[in-house]
C-alpha cells in the first residue's frame, strides 16, 4: 500500500514569495491534516479536512495561508507571501476517518522542508 | 485543554542499556494518547497507541508504554537500546471529537556504542 505522498521535499524561497506544498493521501482515507512542524517543537496542526470539506482551521494564519483539497483526494497548502519565522518543516496526514481508534490513526508523508531566506 | 509534556528535550543511552522517555498529559477528556518516531528528514512513524482498552500497550521494535491515570504519565520504555533506535520521538494526545493530535515538543535519543 502506498504512504502519504508530498513534494516537494524541500524548497528555499526568500522571504515575500509565494510557495505550494503537495500532498496525496492514502487511497480511500477520508481524513487529510496539515502540520506545521518547527525546529525544535513537535508538529502544531494547521489545517483538518474531512473529504473536501474544512473541519478544523483554528491555528492556521488565514492573512498569508491557504488551503484546499481538490474533489476530497489531493490537498495545497500555499503561504503567500512569506514570513522568515515560516521556515519549518509541513508535514501531510492522513486518516480512514475521525477521532481515536482504528480509523482515526493518522499516516505520516515525509515531510516538505521550507527555507525562507 | 489537551497538552502534552515531554521531560528531557535529549536523552542518551549506551547500547543494550535501558530506554526511559518521559510524557505526561493534560486532558479534560478520557485520553487517547500516542507516540511517534521520527527519523532525520522522514515523516513520523506510529509506534504505539492507548485507546482505554490494557493500561501496558505494547508497541513495533520492542517499545511499549504505561498508562498511568493517577500519574497522568505515558513513558515510554525498550528493554535494551539498539544504535537504529537513536532518532526523535514524540508523545501526542488526542486534540478533541475531530481527531487531530496535540504533540509535546519531542526528545531526541541517542544511543552510545
Known amino acids: 500500500e502506498a504512504g502519504v505522498a508530498q513534494s516537494p521535499r524541500y524548497k528555499i524561497i526568500e522571504k515575500r514569495q509565494s510557495v505550494a506544498f503537495w500532498c496525496n493521501p492514502i487511497?480511500?482515507?477520508?481524513?487529510l491534516y496539515w502540520y506545521q512542524q518547527i525546529l525544535g517543537q513537535g508538529p502544531k496542526l494547521l489545517i483538518q479536512f474531512q473529504n473536501n470539506g474544512v473541519v478544523d482551521d483554528s491555528q492556521l494564519p488565514k492573512d498569508r495561508f491557504s488551503a484546499e483539497r481538490l474533489k476530497g483526494v489531493d490537498s495545497t497548502l500555499k503561504i503567500q507571501p512569506a514570513k522568515l519565522e515560516d521556515s519549518a518543516v509541513y508535514l501531510c496526514?492522513?486518516?480512514?476517518?475521525?477521532?481515536?481508534?482504528?480509523?482515526?490513526?493518522?499516516?505520516f508523508g515525509p515531510g516538505t522542508r521550507l527555507t525562507v531566506l | 485543554a489537551q497538552s502534552v509534556t515531554q521531560l528531557g528535550s535529549h536523552v542518551s543511552v549506551s547500547e543494550g542499556a535501558l530506554v526511559l522517555l518521559r510524557c505526561n498529559y493534560s486532558s479534560s477528556v478520557p485520553p487517547y494518547l500516542f507516540w511517534y518516531v521520527q527519523y532525520p528528514n522522514q515523516g513520523l512513524q506510529l509506534l504505539l497507541k492507548?485507546?482505554?482498552?490494557?493500561?501496558l500497550v505494547k508497541g513495533i521494535n520492542g517499545f511499549e508504554a504505561e498508562f498511568k491515570k493517577s500519574e497522568t504519565s505515558f513513558h515510554l520504555t525498550k528493554p535494551s537500546a539498539h544504535m537504529s533506535d537513536a532518532a526523535e520521538y514524540f508523545c501526542a494526545v488526542n486534540g478533541g471529537s475531530q481527531g487531530n493530535l496535540i504533540f509535546g515538543k519531542g526528545t531526541k535519543l541517542s544511543v552510545k556504542p
Open positions: 492507548y485507546t482505554s482498552a490494557a493500561t
Open positions: 487511497s480511500g482515507h477520508a481524513t
Open positions: 496526514a492522513s486518516s480512514l476517518g475521525l477521532a481515536g481508534g482504528t480509523r482515526g490513526e493518522q499516516f
